[in-house]
């Protein structure tokens, strides 16, 4: 869209062209249905509660029908799967759809959960992936341990004939379960020549090839012996052979026994016409110390041992690098628990504020409701004694009293004749009463000096006694008494 806005002033008419490029982009929307044990992941987001919730996010909208199903409902289904997979090769999870690169120095192993849509299976697959590695090269010494050395002669043609079988039979030999199978081999350089008179020494390619694309050159030098000339001496190291036994035991190698550790040297010396081979051959042997171990054992049901598991008594042996274990086995009948019965008894007591309440070797402060439970077992039966204490605390309330009183008292029944400070005490509650006795003879005197109140004079006259309180006004014998 444009928009053109015209400004003028004395000089100058300004078009200003204003230019908007709107893109509309379409509104989408996906559903998803999930089924998830206690919790789930969403966006970021743990939801632990069934329902429909929405994601937006800029012209897109994701709504999300989701069942949560308490993990104790959830039953199991474990899946184990082993592969050989070639070392470098991508490799795609079959439940996951995610490629990972294998490779020798970092295998791989996943493992990942996935909920089978109304079955309530949680599947547990676990892959154990080992890569396969290319295959070993091979050296000049080894070729001739094996015997696969070509016949190099001043002058002749290059004779090869039974090298690659013995090179075949060599790897099928030696090859193992995470390295690629050996397909085949092939002299592909300086094989088919016919050598100078005066060579010394000749350069040739063998190529083996196995699975996994592996294609491996190798490049060889060996010396050339000279026609009708002196057998040449050649030195032929085989690799060290390693060997281990226990102690007690013994050894047998080039026709030898041995029953001490140590390294051992052998030479075999073997003559053709162009040369002598000194096939040096060593061991080195290590002899472990020999050692038993007894365990008794009793178990319920079933009793697992060095990844097997036993249902049987009796006595089973496990031997490993020279250490023997021996295992006696008890396997006893789970017992069928006793019947539970269950007795529930009530208690309800209160107490003062900073008292402390005592109940099943329990102290408590505090008001609440307390539990303690007691199990006895009577032949089939499981009694199952619950206790249960309401206790509430109540507040301590203390009441001050003053009293003046003439010549007695009487306070919660008790008749008090002297002057002092006493205490009444019941069940989170105190009273204090500060009391004063006035003799009624002193008090009556000095009323008849200083009141001349006729009234009063009567009183005294009748030895009656009044306590005037709280600005009352009484009448007694026809006089107000204020």
Not at 31 to 49: Q, R
Not at 82 to 95: A, F, K, S, T, W
Request: proline share 4%.
């Amino acid at each position: 869209y444009t928009h053109e806005e015209i400004v003028e002033d004395e000089n100058y008419i300004y078009h200003y062209i204003f230019t908007l490029e709107l893109t509309v982009i379409p509104f989408s929307s996906d559903t998803i249905v999930v089924e998830a044990y206690d919790s789930y992941e969403w966006h970021g987001k743990v939801y632990t509660e069934s329902g429909t919730y929405i994601y937006e996010e800029y012209c897109y909208q994701e709504i999300l029908h989701l069942t949560i199903i308490p993990s104790e409902e959830k039953e199991y289904l474990y899946i184990y799967l082993n592969e050989l997979i070639c070392d470098g090769y991508e490799y795609r999870d079959p439940i996951t759809g995610i490629y990972h690169i294998i490779s020798s120095f970092f295998p791989y192993s996943l493992t990942w959960s996935d909920t089978i849509t109304g079955t309530e299976v949680d599947t547990i697959y676990t892959f154990y992936i080992t890569p396969i590695v290319a295959p070993e090269p091979l050296t000049e010494d080894m070729l001739y341990a094996i015997g696969a050395v070509p016949k190099l002669v001043a002058g002749e043609k290059v004779d090869i004939a039974g090298t690659t079988e013995l090179i075949m039979a060599y790897y099928q030999k030696h090859d193992k379960n995470d390295i690629a199978d050996v397909i085949g081999v092939e002299w592909v350089s300086g094989h088919d020549v016919v050598l100078d008179t005066e060579q010394t020494t000749h350069t040739m390619v063998l190529e083996v090839w196995a699975d996994c694309d592996y294609i491996i050159p190798m490049e060889f030098t060996f010396p050339v012996s000279k026609k009708d000339s002196e057998p040449q001496d050649t030195t032929i190291y085989h690799p060290t052979e390693y060997a281990t036994i226990c102690e007690g035991e013994k050894y047998t190698w080039m026709g030898v026994d041995f029953t001490a550790a140590g390294m051992f040297i052998s030479e075999e010396i073997v003559e053709d016409e162009n040369y002598i081979y000194h096939y040096i051959y060593t061991l080195e042997l290590q002899v472990l110390p020999s050692s038993i171990d007894t365990i008794v054992v009793e178990a319920y049901d079933s009793y697992e041992w060095h990844g097997k598991v036993y249902t049987e008594s009796g006595t089973y042996t496990y031997y490993e690098n020279c250490s023997e274990e021996v295992l006696h086995l008890t396997i006893i009948d789970t017992p069928t628990p006793p019947s539970e019965i269950q007795y529930d008894i009530y208690y309800a007591d209160t107490i003062c504020e900073g008292e402390i309440y005592v109940w099943m070797g329990m102290r408590f402060t505090e008001t609440g409701t307390y539990t303690y439970t007691y199990e006895e077992i009577v032949e089939d039966k499981n009694y199952i004694y619950l206790h249960i204490l309401y206790l509430t605390v109540l507040p301590y309330e203390t009441i001050e009293y003053e009293v003046e009183a003439y010549d007695s008292y009487v306070w919660h029944g008790i008749v008090y004749t002297e002057s002092g400070v006493y205490t009444y005490e019941e069940w989170c509650y105190q009273e204090i009463l500060e009391l004063t006795i006035i003799p009624s003879t002193e008090t009556a005197v000095d009323n008849m000096q200083t009141d001349s109140d006729h009234s009063a004079q009567k009183i005294l006259r009748d030895q009656q006694l009044l306590i005037l309180r709280d600005g009352k006004t009484y009448t007694i014998m026809g006089a107000e008494i204020h």
